[in-house]
């Protein structure tokens, strides 16, 4: 089995929606890539929707996230506009 993140413009939109990206081994079911995340990142699964070019979008439990998604934080500009 082998998941590993999507990380994209599109991607980290989605990750503050709670909808995370992953690419997956070919022939892993929709229940494998679930109990896969939840095993690797300690979070709770809602849906799992995949598509052809072997990238699952992963729904979690509200108020969930995945570290690996997480913007850094913007840093204030301390310089005065004049």
Do not use: C, D, H, W
């Amino acid at each position: 089995m082998l998941l590993k993140p999507v990380i994209s413009e599109k991607s980290m939109a989605l990750a503050q929606t709670g909808q995370f990206t992953f690419g997956f081994s070919r022939g892993m079911s929709k229940t494998q890539i679930k109990a896969g995340i939840e095993n690797l990142f300690k979070v709770e699964v809602v849906k799992v929707r995949t598509s052809k070019q072997n990238k699952a979008i992963v729904t979690l439990k509200p108020g969930q996230m995945i570290e690996y998604f997480e913007l850094p934080k913007e840093k204030k500009n301390k310089k005065k506009k004049l």
